[in-house]
Every structure is written in structure tokens, then in C-alpha cells.
């Protein structure tokens, strides 16, 4: 059972400190309401430092966003707050079935990352984006004119690449930290969430065999895994996984199909994608001469994640869980 992290203090610069929150709401399964607390009325602003570019937020919470990214879609939805999202783009997949009514709700502005001139039209009042590429000329806009628009910007910090910002190596606590700032933003509690995460956490068995793993991501010729700082390795720690790539100060990475004859993992994480389905991955790994003679390879012994549940979210936990159950029914006789 993997220990449970503390949330660090959430970065903020100046500007007041949220007050507490209340306790009530629903579940996450039950896509619950806001439950606003006292910081909805403070007449105080809250400052951010997100990946290097300082956001400024008014006392009101933003109310109309557009999410980039799966991760910021279902982290809105988790903490109820669907109805402030205005517009969704570049999206990954299908949200879990506690969503399912919620997100068919909402406005499609691109399945790609959207144009500035497509993010402007919905009028928004906060974009929220899963990767910091999705922030760019050809792209939804930089965040420096978008700010320059009176509009904040936000980047999953998991995904900030500036040195001193990007996790060293990610843990839950870091995790935890984006579920509890975002609540900040939108002055709502965080703390059911919260604890749906830990339960989450505390019920996953921890697989104690030394069991290795390659988390193959997409690419035929050369394939692109997951690397040793980020949720990949998070969740293969997690289960109990040793990952083949650990070695890797990245959070993906192209690796070589050489050094994956040559560890020859126990079982093969196969991240399932519209674009780089889990099927269309066996089918490269059983069509390469070298890799279909992998021991996870002849005995079928894969673990299959949805690619919208593979980066650092909401989703990390449940993900780890579900994983967790696959490899318990795997046959290693």
C-alpha cells in the first residue's frame, strides 16, 4: 500500500489567503455543486505562480473557462464545476461514466488545440490547459497576450517543463497540489476530492514480485514510453512495477527496441488512444520478429490505460487502481 503524501502549501505569491472551506458537497462520482466557502466574498485577489508565469485572479472565481486537454476538463468536472466550462478542446478521450452526462453538455471548440480566434469567441474568463505547448501563436494565444486580454491562463503543473518547476519526480502530493489551487481558483472545496483520491490510494495493493514493466505509449520504429518522473513511473511505483525506463530524467521519452529485448519486461503497460489504439500496439509488437519473442509478448501479459487516463490528473489514482486489478489476474505460471 503506497504512502499517502501530505499536500504542499500551494504557490502563492501575495494577496490574501483563502479561507476555510466548508465540508459539505457530494462525492466526485456524483459530479457534485461548488460547495463555496467565505473566500467567495474576500475582497482579496490571489496571485500564482503557474510554471514560471505569474497569474493574477480577481476576488470572483472564473466563470467561464475553456478547458485544453482532457486533465483540465475532468479536474473542473471532479470539482463539480462543469457548468463554469464554456468550451472544450483537445480533448483525449471519453470521460469516466460519472461524467458521461456532464461533458456530453458541453461545447466542442476544436479537436485539436483551438485558434486564438476560436478560444476568443467563446469568451472566456479563464483558460485552463493540460500542456504549455497548447499556449502559443498558432495556438490558443501566448499566455502573455492572453493576459494582456485580462485573461488567466493555467497549466497542469505536472506538465511545466521551465527547470525549477517541472517535478523532479512526481508524487501524489503533487497531484494533490493542482486539485487543491485549482479549488482555490474557483473558491470551492477541495477536500472531498481529496479524500475520494486517498481512499483511492489506500486500496490499492501493492504488488510485491519485482515484477518489470514497459509503459509503451505510441511508435512502431522506435516506441515512445513512459520515462522515470512522471505519471507513468508514478503509477507503475504505485502497483508495484519496476519500470524498464526508470533511468530516464524525462517524464516520456523515445526509447529503442533493443533495450526492451534486452530487459525483456514481465508485463507491457499499453496506453489505449483513438490515434495509437492498445490493439494496433500488439500488432507491432507481435509483427516485430525481436519483440514478439518478449516473454509479456508471448504470454499476452498487457495492462491497458485510456491515454486520457495516463497523464497526471484526477485520473492518476483510479488509474493505478485499475491497473492494479489487471495485473492481479495476469497469469505468470
Same mark, same amino acid.
Given at each position: ?130 500542456w504549455e505547448s497548447n499556449f502559443s501563436a498558432d495556438g490558443a494565444g501566448t499566455r502573455s497576450e492572453l493576459q494582456s486580454l485580462g485573461i ?30 485549482? &479549488?482555490?481558483?474557483?473558491?470551492? /472545496?477541495?477536500? #472531498?476530492? !481529496?479524500?475520494? =483520491?486517498? *481512499?483511492? %490510494? ?109 497523464? &497526471?490528473?484526477?485520473?492518476?489514482? /483510479?488509474?493505478? #487502481?485499475? !491497473?492494479?486489478? =489487471?495485473? *492481479?489476474? %495476469?497469469?505468470?505460471?
Amino acid at each position: 500500500m503506497p504512502a499517502l503524501p501530505r499536500i504542499p502549501a500551494v504557490r502563492v505569491l501575495v494577496v490574501g489567503i483563502l479561507s476555510a472551506m466548508a465540508l459539505t458537497g457530494c462525492a466526485t462520482t456524483a459530479a457534485p455543486s461548488p460547495t463555496v466557502g467565505a473566500a467567495a466574498t474576500s475582497t482579496k485577489a490571489l496571485s500564482i505562480d503557474n510554471c514560471g508565469t505569474t497569474v493574477t485572479f480577481p476576488k470572483a472565481a472564473p466563470k467561464r473557462v475553456v478547458t485544453i486537454k482532457s486533465t483540465s476538463t475532468e479536474m473542473l468536472l471532479a470539482l463539480g464545476l462543469g457548468n463554469r466550462i464554456v468550451g472544450e478542446a483537445f480533448q483525449d478521450g471519453p470521460v469516466p461514466t460519472q461524467w458521461t452526462t456532464q461533458a456530453a453538455k458541453l461545447p466542442v471548440l476544436s479537436t485539436n488545440v483551438p485558434s486564438q480566434e476560436v478560444t476568443l469567441a467563446a469568451e472566456p474568463d479563464f483558460i485552463y490547459a493540460g500542456w504549455e505547448s497548447n499556449f502559443s501563436a498558432d495556438g490558443a494565444g501566448t499566455r502573455s497576450e492572453l493576459q494582456s486580454l485580462g485573461i488567466p491562463t493555467y497549466v497542469s503543473p505536472s506538465a511545466c517543463k521551465e527547470v525549477g518547476y517541472q517535478p523532479t519526480k512526481l508524487t501524489f502530493a503533487d497531484v494533490f497540489s493542482e486539485i487543491n489551487q485549482v &479549488a482555490a481558483i474557483f473558491h470551492v /472545496s477541495d477536500q #472531498k476530492v !481529496l479524500a475520494d =483520491q486517498r *481512499a483511492t %490510494l489506500e486500496s490499492i495493493p501493492k504488488d510485491t514480485r519485482g515484477l518489470t514493466a514497459l509503459w509503451f505509449s505510441s511508435g512502431s520504429s522506435t516506441p515512445y514510453v513512459g520515462a522515470g518522473i512522471g505519471a507513468p513511473q508514478l503509477i507503475m511505483n504505485t502497483i508495484g512495477l519496476k519500470n524498464i525506463a526508470a533511468s530516464v530524467k524525462d517524464t516520456w521519452t523515445s526509447f529503442n527496441w533493443e533495450s526492451v529485448v534486452q530487459d525483456d519486461p514481465d508485463v507491457i503497460v499499453l496506453v489505449d488512444a483513438s490515434w495509437s489504439t492498445a490493439a494496433k500496439k500488439i500488432s507491432v509488437l507481435e509483427g516485430n520478429p525481436a519483440t514478439a519473442n518478449l516473454s509479456a509478448v508471448k504470454n499476452h501479459r498487457y495492462l491497458i490505460v485510456p491515454f486520457a487516463a495516463s497523464e &497526471a490528473g484526477v485520473r492518476t489514482a /483510479s488509474a493505478a #487502481k485499475d !491497473l492494479s486489478a =489487471q495485473l *492481479a489476474k %495476469l497469469n505468470f505460471k
